[in-house]
């Protein structure tokens, strides 16, 4: 069989029909796993150097990884699997994906059209299985559809709210000759236009500046469609932000859309988020929320959540919108624009920055109370500790870090410090446990000389610790930092807060020699105990010039805080197990 890289365009087959439509659209990598249903389009890559294929070790992997080359270069990550269970493997990584607005192509590989509906091997509804985690899903039934619905596919994960799609591919679509011309379908795919001269816009544009310059107590808030829109709207909101010399404060999916380093920056808010954060938030009078979704880990009980504030709010889904939280002021478009005209229009108003000092002076108090502060011990490694050390050694780097999901997701959120947005790799809607490790992977497979850092806890790493095979086949040097308590330490957390200490199937009582596994899988590992060895065994870990895996043993019934539990407001926060700081 020839292939795409020497055969005659207008004489392809189906598979290499669907490649070449992928290189004309920029796709230079494919992460994926082989099987029967997508041999042909396997044998079109053996041939085809202008893509590089990532071969995973597990099909939730492969979405993970794509995930992560997606966030850290705002291009669509890509995958290719097959049939039955490989398609169905994609679940966990398609929900995430769509939780999350992350672009990504999922493309399986289906039965031949013949024997759809037989109970052939390896069959299954592709299409219904992934109905619910993609924004759109098809099958491709004819050769002249392929390039068409393969173009749209792709620029479908970027309109709009960005997210998963699936195509399914019959196999013998993929052999059969594919005609050079498609019949392209009359859908408009490019990206939502934002019509700045709209009346309703610049309208909108007028009342949000005017919300902004009667405020006294003001409070931006930034989420990942922040980050979703790029960096150029990311500095806009800094700039904006910077001269109004007001508060932020992000979600955990928008670190890094504000300098953390700002001293305008009062941390993440929401549940596990900073105590000036969720203060802030509630006695705010006017909130701008950019990107975000006023999702329940942010708002808590709603009820409570934020009694005194009108609400800006700009998002590119409209969906979006008075879902949860009612607007003052909507705008639905791309971040940029609207953030580059609420900016120009707030610039024509002149307004003095010393105007929030009073409120600034309010939300000092609230900082005094440090509350992230921790004591190191003498004799554990305090997983706070763990973080905090970590910061100090990505300080200046311009690290991606991944995390997974738990405990130490959330120290690292608090602790760790991000300056540019797509830094930061983490599963937010879905908390999806197997994400840090393959994310990791995908990030180092986009960007092959920077620094990439998992960090992940003993039951999340297990989840795909077969990617360790991946890393070392693909020389990806990612290097994972493992915050061992030796417990699901969240779900152990609930327990002993919520459940009086019920500790129901928490604790891993068999765990494996990681250093030992590590090794196996050809990676250089170690483990430290001792919190004189921290910041050294940090060091030899950053600097090595290939895969490394730090077991870190953590003192393990350390709890997150500050904690703003479910069902209560910003202003009842748990500051330690026996202590809450609450106002009226």
């Known amino acids: 069989m020839s292939t795409s890289a020497n055969a005659e365009p207008d004489r392809l087959d189906g598979a290499q029909r669907m490649l070449q439509t992928l290189i004309d ?15 042909p389009l396997y044998d079109a890559l053996y041939s085809e150097p202008r893509i590089r294929h990532i071969l995973v070790r597990h099909e939730q992997g492969a979405v993970h990884a794509a995930e992560g080359y997606a966030r850290s270069t705002g291009k669509p990550g890509v995958v290719l699997v097959t049939s039955g269970p490989g398609m169905a493997n994609t679940t966990s990584g398609l929900l995430d994906a769509m939780c999350d607005s992350i672009p990504v192509l999922c493309i399986s590989g ?17 299409v219904g299985i992934s109905r619910p985690v993609t924004k759109w899903n098809a099958q491709i039934r004819r050769g002249e559809d392929i390039a068409s619905m393969t173009a749209k596919a792709y ?14 591919f019959p196999k013998d679509v993929q052999i059969a000759e594919a005609p050079p011309l498609a019949q392209a379908e009359d859908v408009e795919t490019g990206p939502v236009s934002t019509d700045l001269a709209s009346p309703s816009i610049e309208a909108a544009v007028k009342r949000a500046a005017g919300l902004i310059a009667n405020a006294k107590r003001p409070v931006f808030y930034g989420g990942g469609g922040l980050i979703n829109s790029g960096v150029d709207a990311c500095e806009t909101f800094t700039s904006l932000v910077q001269e109004l010399n007001a508060p932020c404060t992000l979600t955990l999916m928008g670190l890094g859309a504000f300098p953390a380093d700002d001293s305008r920056f009062i941390g993440m808010l929401g549940m596990h988020g900073t105590l000036e954060a969720n203060l802030a938030m509630h006695h705010a009078d006017l909130i701008i929320c950019v990107g975000a979704r006023f999702d329940d880990r942010i708002t808590g009980r709603l009820s409570d959540f934020c009694p005194h504030a009108s609400k800006i709010h700009i998002d590119i889904d409209p969906a979006s919108i008075n879902k949860v939280v009612r607007a003052d002021v909507a705008m639905v ?33 609230w900082q005094a109370k440090n509350c992230l502060a921790v004591t190191p011990s003498d004799d554990h490694i305090l997983p706070q500790h763990l973080l905090q050390q970590l910061a100090v ?7 991606i870090v991944s995390t997974d999901v738990g405990q130490h997701q959330m120290w690292a959120a608090q602790y760790l410090r991000f300056s540019r947005p797509n830094r930061w790799l983490t599963s937010g809607g879905a908390g999806t446990m197997g994400y840090g490790l393959p994310a990791a992977i995908g990030a180092q497979v986009a960007h092959p000389d920077k620094l990439v ?18 890393a070392v086949q693909h020389r990806t040097p990612v290097k994972v930092v493992l915050c061992n308590n030796r417990h699901m330490g969240m779900v152990r957390q609930w327990q002993e807060l919520i459940h009086d200490g019920r500790y129901s199937h928490s604790y891993n009582d068999s765990l494996p020699d990681f250093v030992a596994l590590a090794q196996a899988f050809g990676w250089r590992a170690a483990k430290i105990e001792d ?22 043993a953590v003192l393990p019934q350390e709890n997150c805080f500050p904690m703003m539990p479910a069902g209560y407001g910003h202003q009842q926060v748990m500051l330690s197990e026996d202590t809450w700081y609450v106002e009226e």
């Open 155 to 168: 620029r479908l994960t970027t309109q709009g709210r960005p997210g998963p799609v699936l195509i399914d």
């Open 25 to 39: 659209l920029g796709v230079d990598t494919i992460f994926g796993y082989p099987g029967g249903a997508v041999l």
């Open 393 to 399: 050694a990505l300080e200046g780097k311009d690290a």
């Open 110 to 126: 289906q039965v031949a059209t013949s024997a759809i509906g037989t109970d052939a091997f390896q069959e299954c509804d592709a």
């Open 531 to 552: 919190p004189t060895q921290l910041n050294a065994a940090l060091k030899d870990c950053l600097t090595y010039d290939g895969p490394y895996f730090l077991d870190v």
């Open 333 to 365: 478009g791309d971040c940029y624009p609207l953030l580059r005209a609420l900016r120009k229009e707030v610039a024509a108003l002149t307004l003095s920055p010393q105007r929030l000092q009073a409120w600034w002076d309010r939300i000092a108090v």
């Open 453 to 470: 850092v998992c960090v992940t806890g003993d039951a999340s790493i297990l989840m795909n610790i077969q990617e360790m095979a991946t």
